[in-house]
């Protein structure tokens, strides 16, 4: 008895090893600079090593929760993957010496207004957004340590699968019948918008915290559009009709994102269909996966950033389209480029905080929570109001870009440490690591469609969350991703009493 006892507690756990190895790698880091009196002055010659390293430590990243979990296709990595390319793509393209004027080179002239982009200034943003990741990646991997010590996979009950089902299928449609009509008008007016006046057109209408009263409904239900297609095919295993419904909106939804200019909302509701069809329907092949992945990137992508400013007949026109492709010089490293452009938002951070703007002290995450509160009151919601980090950032750096309405975006990584500096900012992002991986374990540890589709729903929205600031996941989370969730239990429950009668 007391043998297999000591067997058991000397049993090899690959989890707690690769803990200690992404402690000690953060640790490292830190005592580096530390330790380093010249980290700065020798910045030229440390960029480019840091840049090889930041792509090894993603690469160990993937594996090591492919090595944990057997599995790359998963919200979290998807999410990681999303963080990666938004903060570190220019270390990528640099790495590979693809930067043709130099890490950010080709950024400097176009928003290096505030100041130069200076080898340190770049070896700071880098070292942050290294450090950013490896805290959230060990947040994540002890998140899913605690899930391995304290639950194991449940047991599958068909008849509670078939109910739970049953029950998202009933609250997918339910959310469809609430949000398609709004969600058509508001998909009409902004494509009347772009076609007459082009893509940047939109960053001078109102937008979803801006609108106020009964200007702010239509956009609010329209949102549910996408979640109301995850809950929907979360319950179809059974129902082909569901799924057609369901595919047929994600799609016509997608093409219409791209065709406006937006992106990222239509590759989001793409990817959280792909998902949780993955998951529940049946299993995608990787040639799929990636062949899809690499269609968007490498031309999808970069196409429609050179076109979505075309307006009138040209946006409509195929030739137009086409000629505006063959413009485009190395399209897959042209998106990139773009893409990992965010560490900008990172650099400016560094250099205006808290030099001219004091460490906020989690005043950004409070504000967010209040974005929970519909705007029904006054001209804007008290957020947009108190000034958002990325609307903050756009004015430092080029007002005038900001009063057409422009924005750069910013960076979660950026908004740590512009809440709490170099000490709090990889404490916060381990605690964001730490809860989206348990939220999403929680969904695929459970057998419940609508577990999955509350974690579909949330990577909807969650993804754009690497070049963002929290004030947009609050919302999604709540509305959008929980409140589902809560009518398909309160349905369960029901159903429950019901068949106890």
Not at 158 to 186: C, D, E, M
Request: hydrophobic residues 50%; proline residues 4%; glycine residues 6%.
């Amino acid at each position: 008895m007391n043998t297999a006892k000591s067997a058991n507690n000397n049993k090899f756990n690959p989890g707690k090893i690769v803990i200690w190895l992404q402690c000690s790698i953060l640790i490292a880091l830190v005592f580096f600079r530390l330790l380093n009196e010249q980290f700065e002055s020798q910045a030229e010659s440390l960029v480019y090593p840091f840049c090889c390293l930041l792509c090894g430590l993603t690469v160990w990243s993937f594996w090591s929760w492919y090595i944990l979990t057997k599995s790359l296709f998963n919200p979290y990595l998807l999410f990681f993957l999303s963080a990666f390319l938004f903060n570190g793509g220019q270390a990528l393209l640099e790495v590979f010496h693809l930067n043709e004027n130099g890490i950010l080179g080709d950024w400097g002239s176009s928003v290096g207004l505030l100041s130069d982009l200076s080898s340190a200034g770049i070896l700071n943003a880098l070292f942050l957004v290294i450090l950013g990741l490896v805290s959230l990646h060990l947040g994540a991997l002890l998140s899913l340590e605690t899930v391995k010590e304290n639950n194991s996979l449940c047991s599958f009950d068909k008849q509670a699968f078939i109910s739970r089902s049953k029950n998202s299928y009933v609250i997918g449609r339910r959310l469809l019948w609430i949000s398609l009509l709004p969600a058509i008008v508001t998909l009409q007016k902004t494509i009347s918008i772009v076609i007459s006046s082009g893509y940047t057109s939109l960053y001078a209408s109102e937008n979803f915290f801006s609108a106020t009263s009964v200007n702010a409904a239509p956009d609010i239900l329209a949102a549910f559009l996408v979640p109301a297609s995850l809950f929907l095919v979360a319950g179809s295993k059974e129902k082909p009709k569901g799924r057609l419904i369901s595919a047929t909106i994600i799609l016509l939804y997608a093409i219409t994102r791209f065709f406006l200019g937006q992106r990222n909302q239509a590759a989001m509701a793409l990817i959280a269909f792909a998902w949780i069809w993955h998951q529940l329907i049946r299993p995608l092949p990787q040639t799929l996966l990636l062949g899809t992945g690499s269609l968007m990137v490498f031309v999808v992508f970069p196409l429609i950033g050179a076109a979505r400013e075309a307006v009138g007949n040209e946006r409509l026109s195929i030739n137009s389209l086409l000629e505006t492709f063959s413009s485009i010089n190395n399209p897959g490293i042209a998106a990139i480029s773009e893409m990992g452009g965010s560490v900008l938002t990172v650099f400016y951070t560094l250099q205006l905080v808290p030099n001219d703007r004091d460490f906020q002290m989690g005043a950004d995450y409070l504000y967010a929570l209040f974005t929970l509160v519909p705007n029904v009151f006054g001209k804007l919601h008290p957020s947009v109001a108190r000034g958002l980090p990325s609307n903050w950032l756009t004015e430092q750096v080029s007002p005038y870009f900001a009063a057409s309405g422009g924005s750069y975006g910013f960076s979660f990584i950026a908004e740590a440490y512009l809440n709490f500096g170099w000490v709090g900012a990889p404490i916060a992002l381990a605690l964001i690591g730490f809860m989206f991986a348990k939220f999403t374990l929680w969904a695929i540890r459970s057998n419940d469609p609508a577990k999955m589709a509350s974690v579909a729903s949330f990577l909807s929205f969650f993804l754009f969350y690497a070049r963002a600031e929290s004030s947009i996941i609050v919302r999604s989370l709540v509305w959008y991703s929980l409140l589902p969730y809560l009518g398909v239990c309160l349905l369960n429950r029901s159903s429950s009493k019901k068949l106890a009668r």
